[in-house]
């Protein structure tokens, strides 16, 4: 059962951040033309097809002792990133990123840029009218984006297995506990969690298209 | 109040050039008037701030002079700065408000009381439509709710672009009767863009501004709008192909059910009563393509009016022909095919009867 609320905290956190993370970008992304948009788009979607453990490898680098993440943890007296919550948060994040963005650029492309110019010529600013028009606007979007990012999160698999190891209570994860479950025969447990995780994955989907006839708004 | 206008817009292929002043001498409605897609739509958005331009515009209103932009000095006042507000082609409600709080959401940011709010829902009666979703509203109502929240953003400027444009004739009237009304009791100076002679002729009190491809002119009367509309070297003309026709008072017409007579100098034109009776109608706007040519009187036909005049210009426009001719002192344009020009051996100086399928009356 740790494993659980774990991973439950881990797709709560990773989605929190991301939904923050990805606003901007998907803001830029949908109303801004820069040479070069296409690569940025193919890097912010790159996880989509990329293997788990390639991912996973980078990253294991990268956060490690010799990587930017290494440096990072020596700053509250740590060795490394890797094998820690804090990895595995960043592994998360990156790796359901395109989940996140992608409902979101579409939203508000799909949004345009009219409301927020009525919104100006009504004297409200960029704020004002984001905060008030294209945010009440986009909720479909949010919600879409918000559950598959969580969703995406929990069915995680290569990248915590490669970058978080497999440690109770810091970085084991459901599905890992699982496959460890599974691996020791002890199927009672593996089908419990295994249950659990199909019906979280399925009320999750359920919502999203839920909200997808009630809005008529955009969303995968 | 005056709008000083230095402006140079480029946008892909397409080029504006507008040097001009609009000055309302008392708040009124200026017309922007122009054919579509020669860049009304873009002038207009750089005024509010919307688009980005190069030049000056500077904008004095009770006696402060604002600039808005000058981009020599790199100042850009951003649009919720410049207090204008825009009424657009299609209304623009915000789909997640009702009626209500979409009225609100310009009545929270703007310097406006409670006697604003009250005068403006009664004056555009809208007490009903508050509490309703705006995908309930019909194409007027949206406009008229969109109109409301416009003026209770307490604009120094109201500008509107082709607001009428996809409303039925009906629904035209009421909002262009509404604008009117507001626009004298709130004291507001209105830009008011249209390709429509009719609402031109409705709607503009004093200075029109026309302006062509990339250039901007000015007129200062719908009197001279009607001269430019009728002289046909003029590049405006194909736009109306309209005549206008100046009428005496109307009266009440006898024996002829539902009908009243305008008198021109010597002959008369009959139309529908409307449903407002006023004898404030000046003029009468009547599309070339509604009137057709008979060489003689025809007693037979089922249009009422038949006028006698005659032919004083043609013009060859490619397939068609523009006849023009003079109705007791007074310019009618007539459009008519190649084949019937040829037919009826139609030359300047003879004389031709004109039947008018159609007109429109305006004060």
Redesign the interface.
Known sequence: MDALLLTLQLAFFSTLILLLLATPLAWFLAHHQFKGKFLVEALIALPLVLPPTVLGFYLLIALGPEGPGGWLANLWGEQTLAFSFTGLLIGSIIYSLPFVVQPLQNGFILIGK??L?????????FW?GFL??IL??A?PAYISAATLGFAHTLGEFGVVLMIGGNIPNETQVISIAIFEQVESLQYEQAHLLSGILLTISFVMLAIIYASRKQSKGPLL | MRLDLKLHIKKGSFCLKADTQIQWRSPCIHVIFGESGIGKTHLLRSICGLEKGEGKIHWHHKGKTITWLDSQQKKNIPSHARHVTMMFQDAQLFPHLNVEDNLKFAFKRANANADDWQHCIDSLRLEKLLPLNVDALSGGQAQRVALARAILSKPELLILDEPLASLDWHSKQEVMEYLKRLCDQWQLPVLYVTHDVNEVLALAEDVLLLHAMTNVTTVDSPKALIDVLQSVDHPFHRLGKSSILHIGTPQEAENMNGLIALPLKQQIIYVPKPKKQSKAYTRLCIAANDVSLSLSQPNDSSIVNILKGEVCRIDDLDGHYLIQLDIDGQKLLSEISAYSFERMNIKVGMEIFAQIKGVALSQ
Request: no cysteine.
């Open positions: 009219k409301p110019e009525v919104a100006y010529t009504l004297n409200a600013s004002d008030n028009v009440p606007l909720k």
